[in-house]
Each structure stands twice: as C-alpha cells, then as structure tokens.
C-alpha cells in the first residue's frame, strides 16, 4: 500500500461508511467526514482493521466553512489528498408541489454545494497528487418525477458539475466522475419502509418486495457494491476515465 490519502464523506453510514470501509485496502490514510461523530468512531474501528490510518472529521458540509476546514485538517495530518469521495448528502423524498424553499435548498446545501465547496478547496492538493474525484449523483438524475424533484434535480446537477470539473481536470491532472446508484438498500431506507408499510396497509416484508418490483429489477443493492465500483474508479485501473456519470442500478434505467 503507497502513502495515499482519500477523503470520504458520508462516512458515518451507508454507501459512504462501506466505501470508507473498501478503500481502507487501497489507501494509507482515510480521512472520514459526517455529522454523526459517534458512528464515524464505528467506520474508524473497521477501517483501522483493514490497515489504513483514519482522521475523524465531525463536520456539516452544508455550513460554507466547513469544506476549507476539511482539507486544512487532512493537510495538517497527512500532508496530500490523492481522492476525494462526496458522498455525503440526503434529499427528502417530498412531492414538488409540497416542498417548502427551506427543504428545497437544504437539499441543495449540503449535497451539491457541499461537494462543490469541498471540491474546490481540495482541488490544489488534488492537482499537486494527480488525484481522483467521485461525485454521488444517483439515476434519479434520469427520471426526476414529481415525488422524487428535489433529489433529481440535485443529482442531475451532481453530473453536470462533475462534467464541468472534468473539464478543468483534463488540464490539471485531476480525474473526476460521478456515479449514480439506484436503490440501494441503506439504514435510511431501511427506516423509511419501517414508516411506509403501516401507513399502506403492508407489513416491513412486503413493502421491501414491491420496490424492486415496481423499478422492475431483481433485488436491491448493497452499499457494497456501489463501494466497489468506488474504488475503481479512483484506482489506477480507471485512471483514463473521466468525465463519465457510471450507473449501477441492478437494470432501473432500461435508456440507451
């Protein structure tokens, strides 16, 4: 393992602690930001395990400072930042015609102009490495539908900001992608079908069935997987890829 250093956001749960988690293998130090000190402890512990150093970084990415306060610690610390993950970033599912600007641009707040903000003060260290960048869009980026307007608009930001880094990146050494998941089974969807099923007359076990059925595919993901495809894409491996917005959606989006 060389002496390399990735930031992951969202680290505390989810597709964010599995990557942190994966990329424990393939880098010497991780630096892992969320809002949920306690279970960032929880992502240290099995990242240490698998042998990488960790900084913890309790952090809001949606408060303006927060993004140059991240990059100045992991400096301190590490010294470089070869790979920056955004991946932190919820958007309630709320229909269009029902949300107030506050949800509508908390949204905003941390998941783009979070990663926006985090990117760009990480950018000269990024520059100086040769580093890689990954944007978390989702394919709802695709098909932004009245329930799910707010996460789709910002996805579909999340790709198009990700292009325009590229761009730079192409002159600066940096490589950037954006990746866009579909359903995955989380502790946040988990909670969310425990909410559902009551109010539709279902129990846990049924409402967990008729997702994938009505996205017409075979099962869930697993934060695992979208992990892996993380790691790629910030390996050397993937180093010739840019530009690119990957879906792994278990076949949701049936588009060319």
């Known amino acids: 393992m060389s002496s390399s250093v990735a930031i992951v956001t969202g680290a505390s749960q989810g597709i964010g602690q599995a990557t942190a988690i994966r990329l424990a293998k393939d880098f010497s130090a991780l630096v892992l930001v969320a809002r949920n000190k306690a279970n960032l402890f929880d992502t240290a512990k099995a990242a240490e395990a698998a042998g990488a150093k960790t900084l913890v970084i309790d952090a809001d990415l949606a408060e303006p ?35 107030t600007d506050e949800q509508w641009d908390n949204g905003m707040a941390l ?30 980026a695709i098909f932004p539908k009245t ?7 910002i996805n579909a930001a999340i790709v198009a900001l990700a292009k325009a880094f ?24 988990r909670s969310y079908l425990d909410h559902w099923a009551p109010l539709h007359d279902m129990t846990v076990e049924e409402a967990t069935a008729r997702f994938p059925q009505e996205a017409g595919i075979a099962r869930y993901g697993e934060p695992e997987e979208i992990a892996e495809l993380m790691a790629f894409l910030v390996s050397p491996a993937a180093r010739w890829m840019t530009g690119s917005a990957l879906r792994m959606d278990g076949g949701e989006v049936k588009s060319v």
């Open 111 to 140: 998941k783009l102009h979070g990663a926006r903000r985090l990117t760009i003060a990480a950018w000269p260290a990024l520059k100086e490495a040769k580093g890689s960048v990954v944007l978390m869009s989702g394919n709802s």
């Open 147 to 153: 329930p799910y307007a707010a996460v789709g608009t």
């Open 65 to 99: 400072a927060a993004a140059q306060a991240v990059v100045d610690q992991t400096l301190a610390a590490f010294g470089r930042i070869d790979a920056l993950l955004n991946i932190a970033g919820a958007v309630p599912q709320i229909d269009l015609f029902d949300m």
């Open 166 to 189: 590229s761009d730079r990146g192409i002159t600066d050494g940096v490589q950037v992608n954006s990746v866009l998941p579909g359903p995955v089974m989380t502790g946040r969807r």
